[in-house]
């Protein structure tokens, strides 16, 4: 079975930090894999979307790169602001039509 | 430009109840798709449909229907609500038809059964 992991669950870090949120996939042949954020009370919001052919992907102070062959993508965010605070989840596609795979996400906490 | 929209944004429900959440989005996208989201269970996709007049199954479709007779609208139909049916329910669109595209999503509707 296919399965996304992102560890941890829960993290929480002081203003200005920069930090890397982790995904990793078992099945390494994905066809592209996206970062979404979620704030508490609404929908996912798209952050970005790598490509299996990308290494990286950079919008703003977000980064996120791909190492399918290890099975893992990383989400850096870089001087991070209390309004970064949110719940973050990545998912992988697969080619063909099978539906995209989530992971349970890592709920981030910037501390002012 | 609206993106997802979905009503009702909150409904409670009697068991047994039926009711039917709505999705339209705006943006020409081919691909669209019901998830419901339950702590510690993530999102667990219901239905999906690549087009009009095509549906098909997701995760954990049980207890659930579509239909897709535009490409604006797809309701998600709960024919007789149970209380294992509380959740978050969302509805996503992607432009193309095998969904592997940037997915939008729309804000969600929270059901409660009792």
């Known amino acids: 079975k296919q399965e996304v992991t992102q560890i941890p669950a829960a993290l929480s870090v002081p203003e200005g930090e920069n930090l890397v949120l982790n995904c990793s996939f078992t099945?390494?042949?994905?066809?592209?894999l996206q970062w979404f954020r979620q704030d508490p009370g609404k929908g996912l919001t798209s952050l970005l979307l790598?490509?299996?052919?990308?290494r990286e992907q950079t919008s703003g102070r977000l980064n996120a790169s791909l190492d399918k062959s290890s099975g893992r993508s990383t989400l850096y965010i870089a001087a991070s602001q209390p309004g970064d605070s949110a719940t973050y989840l990545c998912a992988v596609s697969y080619s063909g039509n099978t539906p995209l795979v989530f992971g349970k996400g890592t709920r981030l906490s910037v501390i002012a | 430009n609206a993106g997802v929209t979905q009503t009702p944004k909150f409904q409670v429900l009697k068991t047994g109840q039926s009711m039917t959440l709505q999705c339209a989005q705006d943006m020409n996208h081919e691909y669209m798709s019901w998830y419901r989201q339950d702590p510690g269970m993530g999102l667990r996709l219901i239905h999906y449909s690549v087009g009009a007049g095509i549906t098909d199954q997701g995760e954990v479709p049980n207890g659930y229907n579509v239909s897709r007779s535009t490409t604006e609208d797809f309701p998600l139909r709960l024919l007789s609500a149970a209380p294992s049916q509380t959740s978050v329910y969302f509805c996503a669109s992607s432009l193309r038809t095998s969904g592997t595209g940037e997915l939008f999503f729309g804000e969600g509707s929270r059901l409660t059964v009792l």
């Open positions: 099945d390494s042949a994905i066809y592209n």
């Open positions: 790598i490509q299996s052919s990308q």
